[in-house]
């Protein structure tokens, strides 16, 4: 079963409403009253649920919680407005929650049938706790909330669609780790315009930096750069370069480097890739002294040498040894003796009449 076969509300929280919008905290007790996992009321079977699917799988083993993440620059705070989550939790509260015996058959028959009506069931009564979760990482993220519920709801449809109901795990403790790993994925793939962390090592800092520099400073430690590296797992630098990433800022190319009219760019002063001029019109000027020379010499050279040096040594799809030799009735060590002889002779020639001549030239 895909999670588009789930019912449409669960993957998009509010189709018609405004996306731009990131309230604070909501205050609907009532509305976010759903089952916390709670570690200790699972038993001893609950191990890490499985994250294959999730890129950042190794990252997200000790999975931090909103707090640990760093914070974003105060400019990109958008404008307060409750109304579309409001509307997004009065659909939600419509939802009934579900008893521990309903919630394990309607999990068996996902498993088992594939049973869509039943993973409905179980969706739509747990988008609280997508909600809750949620609301948590906003404190930090301080973008649109309904972005981070719908990247959530995301992570539960895939819990449904995993969960094992005979291992007699809470399906709220489970999928709050489908949950936080798709709205964590989501965090960082936005922080940044350009990706701040594509490697293994990248993502874990980015999840654990924060966290691991707060837990060192609680337990009286100065959280220098050589102690995180050590407690992380990862190189000084690798800690270095990260904190350069998540205390800068996202910088236009386009942008004038002065207040005056007409200034020039950033992007205007950064090197080319390709050669620049110089270079294009040296290696211009000696392939005109290579082909003038190789004019002068071709009338000295054998019909074989004449032959190798036009079908194997100036053109793209060079004519193979065995080729040459059934041609001449020769053998192909000939052939390549006759190659080495020809470019000799085109080095002692382009050396006799082209100063400054490089070896180089000619391979």
Do not use: C
Request: proline share 6%; no cysteine; hydrophobic share 40%.
């Amino acid at each position: 079963m895909t999670e588009q076969q789930l019912h449409p509300a669960a993957s998009e929280p509010l189709a018609d409403a405004d996306r731009n919008a990131s309230p604070p905290l909501v205050r609907d007790a009532e509305i976010l009253s759903a089952d916390d996992p709670d570690p200790e009321n699972a038993t001893d079977e609950q191990d890490e649920p499985d994250l294959l699917d999730i890129d950042d799988l190794d990252a997200l083993d000790d999975a931090p919680d909103a707090s640990a993440l760093p914070s974003l620059p105060q400019a990109r705070l958008p404008v307060p407005s409750l109304d579309s989550l409001h509307l997004y939790l009065r659909e939600i509260g419509r939802f009934p929650l579900l008893k521990p015996d309903e919630e394990f058959e309607l999990a068996r028959r996902v498993q088992e049938h594939g049973d869509s009506e039943a993973a409905f069931r179980l969706v739509s009564s747990h988008l609280r706790l997508v909600v809750k979760i949620a609301m948590d990482f906003q404190r930090r993220w301080m973008q649109n909330v309904l972005d981070l519920i719908q990247e959530g709801n995301v992570g539960l449809m895939r819990a449904v669609n995993k969960f094992a109901p005979e291992k007699d795990i809470k399906f709220s403790y489970y999928a709050a780790f489908w949950i936080r790993a798709y709205i964590l994925k989501f965090i960082m793939d936005n922080w940044r315009m350009v990706k701040i962390g594509t490697t293994q090592a990248q993502r874990k800092l980015f999840y654990n930096l924060n966290k691991e520099r707060q837990k060192l400073i609680t337990q009286g430690f100065d959280p220098d750069t050589a102690t995180l590296a050590d407690r992380l797992g990862v190189k000084s630098e690798q800690i270095v370069e990260m904190q350069q990433r998540l205390d800068s800022t996202d910088i236009s190319l386009d942008a004038p480097l002065g207040d005056e009219s007409g200034a020039s760019s950033r992007i205007e002063h950064l090197p080319a890739r390709g050669p620049g001029i110089e270079e294009s019109m040296a290696v211009n000027e000696i392939a005109h002294l290579v082909r003038d020379q190789i004019r002068d010499i071709l009338p000295t050279l054998s019909e074989k040498e004449a032959y190798i040096l036009e079908h194997r040594l100036l053109t793209d799809d060079p004519t193979t040894l065995r080729e040459i030799g059934d041609r001449y009735t020769i053998t192909r060590e000939r052939v390549r003796q006759l190659e080495v002889r020809l470019l000799q002779k085109l080095r002692a020639h382009m050396a006799k009449h082209i100063e400054d001549f490089s070896e180089d030239w000619i391979r």
